[in-house]
C-alpha cells in the first residue's frame, strides 16, 4: 500500500472514529434536549393555568365554573395551524386535568378521568407534597411512542393548597422535532465528513505526489542518471529532505571520483614500480661498487614500500566501498591465522627476536576482513615492540586483543591513531602509511564493532571489539 493511501486510511479512520463519537453523543442527546424544552414550556403553561383557575376558587375549594369548562374544551378542540420552523401543526396535543387536595380528578379535557383517584401518580403525588410533580407514562408499555411526559403545578387559595392542574405532552408530538433534529445533524455531519474525506484525500495525493518525485529523483541518482533535483515550492521536511539527498549525491558523487581516481592511479603505479624494482634489483646483481650499490639498494626499497603502500591503499578503497559484510560470519581460527603472518613476517621477527603467545582460540567474524584487521594490528604491533619481547594475541567470544611491549603513545595521539595517514615514528624505522588502524577501524565500523586503542603499564593494546 502506498504512503497516499495508507495516510488516507489513517486519516479516515482516525475522522469516522471521531464523527462516530460526536454524532453518537449528540443523537442520545438530541431527544433529552427537545423533552427538557417541551418541560420547561409545559411548567410555564401549567404555573399560568394554576392560577387562572385560583380565580375561580371559593371557600378553599376548587370550582370548575361552566365557563372554565368551556374554555378548556375549546382550548383542546382549537387548530392552531401554526407553522414551526417548517414543522405543521394543526391540533392541541396538550393533556389537562385538574385534581383537588385528595388527588380525585376534578376535570379531564379528554372528559375520560373525572372521578378517579390520581393521587399515587407522581405529578399529583409530588405537587400535593409541596415538591415538583412530573411523570411520563406509556399508554401501551411495551410501545415507546405512547409515552406522555406530565408536568403539574399546585393550585393555591390565600396560600393553601386546594388542588393540582396537570399538563401532558404526548411523546408522538415531540418525536418530529426530534426525528427532524437527528435528520439535520446527520446530513450535516455526513456533509462535513465528506468533506473531512475530500480534504484529506487531495492532502494526502498532495504528499503522495512529493513523496513519488522525491523517489523518482532517489531513483534517477541510484541508476547513475544526472537527474535535476525537484524543485519543491515552501520550506517543509519534503522540501528538506530532497535538499539533504541532493547534498548526499554530491558527496558521494565526489567521494566515488576520488575513490576511482585513487584506484586508477594505484593500479597505474604497479606496474611501473614493479619494472623499477626489477631493474633495480637486476642493478644490484651487476654493480659492485658499495657507492652505487647503496643507490640501488635504496631504489628496490623504496619500490617495495610503494608497492605495499598501494596495496594498502587499494585494500582501504576496497573496505570503504562495502556497505556492509557479506552475511558469511563463521568460527574463524585465530591460531592459523597467527601461524600464517608469522610465515609471511619472519625475518622481522627474527631481527627483534620476538615470540608470538596465542590466548584462546575462534572468533565468530566474516573471515577475509578479519585476517586484514589481524595482520594490520599484528603489523602495527611488530613496529613499536621492543627487542626480544613477546606479542600477545588474546581471543575471547566477541573480541580480539593484540598487546605489545614498548614506548606508549602519547595523550594527544590517542584519539588520532586511528585516521588516516596519521603515523607515530617507530624506533629506527621508517615513517608509516598511517593506514593500518585506520583499515582495521573501518573493518570494525563494518561488524557493527568498536576499535579501542590503550597504554598499558610497559606499552600499548588494541582491542577489536565485533558484535
Not at 3 to 12: A, D, E, M, N, S
Not at 65 to 70: A, F, K, N
Not at 205 to 223: I, N, T
Amino acid at each position: 500500500m502506498k504512503l497516499g493511501q495508507r495516510l488516507l486510511l489513517f486519516y479516515f479512520l482516525i475522522l469516522g472514529l471521531l464523527g462516530w463519537f460526536v454524532l453518537d453523543m449528540v443523537f442520545s442527546q438530541a431527544k433529552p434536549l427537545v423533552r427538557q424544552s417541551a418541560e420547561e414550556t409545559l411548567v410555564d403553561a401549567a404555573n399560568l393555568l394554576a392560577e387562572m383557575v385560583a380565580v375561580d376558587a371559593a371557600n378553599g375549594a376548587i370550582v370548575i365554573t361552566p365557563q372554565l369548562r368551556e374554555a378548556l374544551q375549546r382550548y383542546a378542540a382549537r387548530t392552531p395551524d401554526a407553522d414551526i420552523w417548517g414543522m405543521k401543526k394543526g391540533a392541541i396535543h396538550t393533556h389537562v386535568y385538574i385534581t383537588g387536595p385528595d388527588g380525585v380528578v376534578l376535570f379531564d379535557s379528554r372528559g375520560i378521568d373525572e372521578g378517579e383517584d390520581f393521587s399515587r401518580w407522581n405529578d399529583v403525588y409530588l405537587t400535593l407534597q409541596g415538591g415538583y410533580g412530573a411523570r411520563t407514562t406509556r399508554s401501551d408499555p411495551a410501545d415507546p411512542s405512547t409515552s406522555v411526559m406530565y408536568v403539574a403545578a399546585p393550585i393555591r387559595d390565600a396560600g393553601s393548597l386546594i388542588g393540582v392542574i396537570s399538563l401532558g405532552k404526548p411523546g408522538r408530538s415531540i418525536e418530529p422535532f426530534v426525528q427532524r433534529a437527528e435528520r439535520t445533524l446527520m446530513l450535516y455531519g455526513s456533509g462535513v465528513l465528506l468533506f473531512c474525506l475530500l480534504l484529506g484525500g487531495l492532502l494526502a495525493w498532495w504528499l503522495s505526489r512529493r513523496v513519488s518525485r522525491l523517489q523518482r529523483y532517489a531513483e534517477a541518482v541510484a541508476s547513475g542518471e544526472r537527474a535535476a533535483p525537484p524543485d519543491f515550492r515552501g520550506k517543509d521536511e519534503i522540501r528538506a529532505l530532497a535538499d539533504a539527498v541532493t547534498a548526499m549525491r554530491r558527496k558521494l558523487e565526489d567521494r566515488s571520483r576520488l575513490e576511482d581516481n585513487v584506484t586508477m592511479l594505484t593500479h597505474e603505479m604497479k606496474s611501473p614500480l614493479a619494472a623499477i624494482r626489477g631493474a633495480g634489483e637486476i642493478l644490484a646483481e651487476e654493480i659492485h661498487d658499495p657507492a652505487l650499490s647503496r643507490f640501488t639498494d635504496n631504489v628496490v626499497h623504496e619500490t617495495v614500500r610503494l608497492s605495499h603502500l598501494l596495496d594498502r591503499l587499494l585494500a582501504m578503497a576496497r573496505l570503504e566501498k562495502l556497505e556492509s559484510l557479506p552475511a558469511r560470519k563463521q568460527p574463524v581460527e585465530v591460531a592459523s591465522l597467527v601461524k600464517e603472518w608469522q610465515s609471511s613476517r619472519y625475518a622481522l621477527l627474527a631481527e627483534k627476536s620476538l615470540h608470538l603467545k596465542v590466548e584462546g582460540r575462534a572468533l565468530n567474524a566474516e573471515p577475509e576482513t578479519l585476517t586484514l584487521a589481524l595482520f594490520n594490528l599484528l603489523d602495527n604491533a611488530l613496529r613499536f615492540a621492543e627487542p626480544e619481547s613477546t606479542l600477545v594475541i588474546k581471543v575471547a567470544d566477541s573480541s580480539l586483543r593484540v598487546e605489545n611491549r614498548g614506548p606508549q603513545i602519547p595523550g594527544y595521539a590517542l584519539s588520532r591513531v586511528t585516521e588516516r595517514f596519521y603515523s607515530l615514528p617507530a624506533p629506527g624505522q621508517e615513517k608509516s602509511s598511517g593506514l593500518g588502524l585506520a583499515m582495521v577501524q573501518e573493518i570494525a565500523s563494518l561488524h557493527g564493532g568498536s576499535l579501542q586503542v590503550e597504554n598499558t603499564d610497559d606499552g600499548v593494546a588494541v582491542t577489536l571489539r565485533l558484535p
